[in-house]
C-alpha cells in the first residue's frame, strides 16, 4: 500500500514541477469510441497522450500558419485578427475570402 502511495505522491510532486492542471473535457459515447480508437490506431496512446499530442501537432500548425499570413490586404491589419472582421464582406477582406481556411 505504501508503495502506491509513494509513486502517487511522486506523479503529483512531477506535475506540480511541470504546471501540468487536468482539464475535464465532456464527450458523447461516439467521440470517446472515436478517441479510443485513435488512441489505438496510433500506438496505443493513452487518452492524455493522445490528446496532447494533438494540442502539441495543432499548436505547431498554429505557428507556421501565423508566419505565412502576413498582413490584411484591406486593412494592412495583422492576420488573423486583422480588422477584427469589421470589413467582412469586402472583396479583399482577409475575413471574407481566407479566415474558413484556419477553422478546424
Do not use: W
Request: charged share 35%.
Amino acid at each position: 500500500m505504501g508503495n502506491s502511495k509513494q509513486r502517487k505522491q511522486a506523479q503529483r510532486e512531477r506535475e506540480k514541477a511541470l504546471d501540468i492542471k487536468r482539464v475535464e473535457v465532456p464527450l458523447s459515447k461516439t467521440e470517446r469510441e472515436m478517441l479510443a480508437e485513435g488512441c489505438e490506431f496510433r500506438g496505443g496512446y493513452t487518452a492524455t497522450e493522445y490528446i496532447a499530442t494533438l494540442i502539441r501537432r495543432d499548436f505547431k500548425r498554429i505557428q507556421e500558419a501565423k508566419e505565412t499570413l502576413g498582413n490584411c490586404q484591406y486593412c494592412d491589419h495583422p492576420l488573423p485578427q486583422g480588422c477584427k472582421r469589421q470589413h467582412k464582406g469586402h472583396k479583399d477582406c482577409f475575413h471574407t475570402i481566407e479566415a474558413r481556411k484556419l477553422s478546424l
